[in-house]
């Protein structure tokens, strides 16, 4: 099979202009960034930071300035209330079954909301096996949570809460200090965790004024290198770790620091943070012309999630009906232009994505459906190239389509 | 949800980017649907057949699905030109349409499967549509590619009522 993967990258030979709008599923590494890991990797601070000589030493040294960073980005009282770990995945893996390990015999009720990412949900599923009991909050057409049910959902046996500050598909901004506020009330007890990994760099997020007691943060979701990701802990939760090993500077994640990936991720936090309304503005208005411009050259769309300002800048999700996804995906790809479906081909149907069947969407149009994320990196030409292109690719999948399935 | 690599091979991709046959055929003497939008495939296809020889003329197709989908279903209609119904029916297995393709990633063999589906069921049809008895060759059972089809297009229904019950009870909260 891979011997296939040379003549399909042939077929893109002499394409003129690429953008790239995956960043849900990996991102671009600006130089900038990559430029500051590079001497880590075998010029300096290449030791173990808890060893006793000089390239140990300059590694504590420069995680300890990353924690700092890292921390400070989302308000945190102390550097320790961050724990590195190789991705959101595993601060997400951690969170659930950390809380859940940490806290049993006090409860074993976990309530998260039906949107939330697999990396959650299929944490929070397998939990049941170890005695816990789950419970999926609905969202309504724009996916935001219900909090009428999730006060009735919390109780006495309730140890956590898991809301994503952002949903990673959809962008819809939760609202997470009443929601923090709603599950305190009713048992001051319950952790609450919130995957803020799509709202990190997008919209403010300060764990102290939301009262999270757990967050989870993504590099590659704000342009950092790949395998790297971070845990907030608000100081005094307690949580088991889930992976034993030699512990260093962290005491909830065993392992060797990855030096270079830590430095990688602070300094693309630090570009995200640096002009962080302009970022944000700048990546509001190539979404709006983006969308508005599908929806001015192309019929039969749905804009999936909200509109208003609660919803990410960066987050476009439109189902285009009468084309399936992946059909899509791979002739966009052939003119350059990069993005991901909402479903995912299993052995005898397409799954369609459990946030766009969650708010209300068919599975025919869950299956039309791209996602798409710019970046501060984009900009107005990318948007332009993308809507030259995308409506001669979904005219001709339509084409294919013809009058099947059509009713 | 999952994901996995799908590496498609040349002809997978050359016939995805300039599919033969493709289209509605406005003088077919049957047309056959197989498979359903929410499963994420389903094809028509066009068979004009001439019925003194007992012969497929020509095959066209229409498709909403993937590109192995769309490949599939196209050199299906490349396959069956000429043949007889008969040699049409015994020939054409989505294990031969796989090879013929190059190979396809497993998770995609459904797509064959498919695509064949919708040609027997064509060619059951056809006997169907003129009261002709059903030739000895043609077994009454369904074969394993039309059973298939049906399962998908059984799945599909069940998902649709699921949705439905979901969508009434999201109604009511």
Redesign the interface.
């Known amino acids: 099979?891979?011997e296939?993967?040379k003549?399909?990258l042939k077929?893109h030979e002499g394409i003129t202009h690429e953008v790239y709008l995956d960043n849900e599923n990996s991102s671009i590494v600006p130089q900038e960034v990559v430029e500051e890991m590079v001497p880590y990797f075998s010029k300096k601070a290449y030791g173990n930071p808890t060893l006793t000589h000089k390239p140990g030493w300059e590694a504590f040294e420069v995680i300890m300035n990353c924690f700092g960073k890292i921390s400070k980005s989302v308000g945190a009282k102390n550097l320790e209330d961050i724990t590195f770990t190789p991705g959101e995945t595993e601060a997400n893996n951690l969170a659930i079954m950390g809380s859940c390990f940490a806290q049993k015999g006090k409860g074993k009720k976990i309530v998260i909301s039906e949107i939330e990412p697999?990396n959650v949900l299929q944490v929070a599923e397998m939990m049941q096996k170890f005695g816990f009991t789950m419970q999926k909050i609905?969202v309504n057409k724009e996916g935001f949570v219900?909090l009428e049910?999730l006060k009735e959902a919390v109780d006495n046996e309730t140890i956590l809460v898991s809301i994503s500050a952002v949903n990673n598909e959809i962008g819809t901004v939760q609202p997470i200090k009443e929601a923090v506020d709603i599950v305190k009330a009713k048992n001051p007890n319950v952790i609450f965790h919130s995957d803020a990994s799509d709202a990190y760099g997008r919209i403010p997020f300060n764990v102290q004024e939301l009262n999270v007691d757990l967050a989870t943060l993504s590099s590659y979701k704000i342009q950092g290198p790949r395998g790297m990701g971070a845990m907030y802990v608000k100081e005094g939760i307690n949580l088991e770790r889930v992976l034993e090993g030699q512990i260093g500077t962290q005491k909830l994640w065993p392992g060797v620091e990855n030096t270079p990936l830590i430095v990688g991720f602070a300094k693309a936090s630090e570009l995200a943070f640096q002009n962080f309304e302009a970022n944000a503005a700048k990546m509001r208005m190539l979404r709006d012309k983006l969308v508005d411009g599908m929806f001015s050259e192309l019929d039969d769309l749905r804009f999936n999630g909200p509109k208003s300002d609660k919803r990410s800048p960066d987050n476009a999700n439109v189902s285009i009906l009468?084309a399936?996804g992946?059909?899509l995906t791979?002739e966009l790809s052939?003119s350059g232009v990069y993005v991901s479906s909402g479903?995912?081909?299993?052995?005898?149907?397409?799954?369609p994505?459990?946030v766009l069947?969650a708010i209300?969407r068919?599975?025919?149009e869950a299956?039309g459906s791209i996602l798409m994320k710019v970046t501060r990196s984009h900009t107005e030409e990318d948007i332009a190239y993308v809507l030259r292109v995308l409506p001669t690719a979904v005219n001709r999948i339509r084409?294919?389509?013809?009058?099947?399935?059509v009713h | 949800?999952?994901?996995?690599?799908?590496?498609?091979?040349?002809k997978v991709?050359d016939l995805?980017?300039h599919?033969k046959n493709?289209?509605?055929m406005d003088d077919a003497t049957v047309v056959a649907?197989a498979g359903?939008?929410?499963?994420?495939?389903?094809?028509?296809f066009y068979l004009k057949i001439d019925e003194t020889e007992q012969i497929i003329e020509k095959a066209q197709f229409?498709?909403?699905?993937?590109?192995a989908?769309?490949a599939t279903s196209s050199i299906v209609t490349e396959m069956v030109k000429c043949l007889t119904l008969e040699k049409a029916w015994e020939d054409i297995t989505w294990k031969k349409v796989t090879e013929e393709i190059g190979?396809l990633?497993?998770?995609?063999f459904?797509c064959g499967v498919l695509a064949v589906g919708a040609l027997k069921r064509a060619i059951r049809q056809y006997y169907k549509e003129k009261g002709i008895a059903p030739p000895s060759w043609m077994p009454l059972d369904h074969t394993f590619e039309e059973k298939q089809a049906l399962?998908?297009e059984e799945?599909?229904k069940t998902?649709?009522k699921r949705?439905k019950i979901e969508?009434e009870k999201?109604a009511e909260?």
Request: hydrophobic residues 35%; positive net charge; glycine residues 8%.
């Open positions: 099979m891979v296939n993967v003549e399909l077929l697999i609905p219900n049910k009468r399936e992946e059909a791979i052939l479903s995912a081909c299993s052995r005898r149907l397409l799954q994505s459990h069947i209300g068919i599975f025919e299956h084409g294919i389509v013809g009058s099947t399935g | 949800m999952s994901r996995i690599p799908l590496p498609y091979n040349p991709m995805f980017r599919p493709l289209g509605k649907v359903n939008p929410a499963c994420g495939d389903m094809i028509t229409e498709s909403y699905g993937c590109a989908n769309i190979g990633p497993s998770v995609k459904h399962e998908e799945l599909a998902l649709s949705l969508e999201k909260k």
